[in-house]
Antibody
């Protein structure tokens, strides 16, 4: 079955960087667009970024544009999120998810918590 | 992009049916048949219940159904059960963003 496992979260100071990874198994990874979605503590869900199946197209939320970079390694079935210039408001659980349909994601990972604090 | 509007909470008794609304605009919910619904338990990842307004992924109970009228989409849970108590989010494609937009979320309580 499809399994997505995020890693790389932790506590980081404002202005610093962090890279999240999402290891995929049980699916033909290179065939699917992939998403990062985040959820601040006690808050709702927010789309962060999406990457096409082949990595040629990437899209970002306005809140992270210019600071975050989504990428993928189809040979290693891994999705990444490089987060630079982190702010306190980036504190959230970050989920990776496989695109099911337009603006729809299935098979979410368990999430990884990023805390931005001095 | 503003979040889609959902009621903060909805409740019902076991066996009853409840409906959760998700209101947007003609730029998102009303303009496209790309509405999804998710169920989320505390501390857990969301689970896709409905995509493309009314389609259920395999394995999702037939007690969950989706529909849309104008700028408002709806999720109906029939035969309410105790383990339906969770948070529910809608999402939609939007012309104003290359990413989707989520709803504000609804907490369902089973009385």
């Amino acid at each position: 079955q499809v399994q997505l496992v995020e890693s790389g979260g932790g506590v980081v100071q404002p202005g610093k960087s962090l890279r999240l990874s999402c290891a995929a198994s049980g699916l033909t990874f290179r065939s699917y667009a992939m998403h990062w979605v985040r959820q601040a503590p006690g808050k709702g869900l927010e789309w962060v970024a999406v990457i096409s199946y082949d990595g040629s197209k990437t899209y970002y939320a306005d809140s992270v544009k210019g600071r975050f970079t989504i990428s993928r390694d189809n040979s290693n079935n891994t999705l990444y999120l490089q987060m630079n210039s982190l702010k306190a408001e980036d504190t959230a659980v970050y989920y990776c998810a496989k695109e099911e349909a337009v603006a729809s994601a299935s098979n979410w990972g368990q999430g990884t918590l990023v805390t931005v604090s001095s | 992009q503003s979040a889609l509007t959902q009621p903060a909470s909805v409740s019902g008794s076991p066996g009853q049916s409840i409906t959760i609304s998700c209101t947007g605009t003609s730029s998102d919910v009303g303009g496209y048949n790309y509405v999804s619904w998710y169920q989320q338990y505390p501390g857990k990842a969301p689970k896709l219940l409905i995509f493309d307004v009314s389609n259920r992924p395999s394995g999702v109970s037939h007690r969950f159904s989706g529909s849309k009228s104008g700028n408002t989409a709806s999720l109906t849970i029939s035969g309410l059960q105790a383990d339906d108590e969770a948070d529910y989010y809608c999402s939609s494609f939007t012309i104003t963003s290359t990413l989707g937009v989520f709803g504000t979320g609804t907490k369902v309580t089973v009385l």
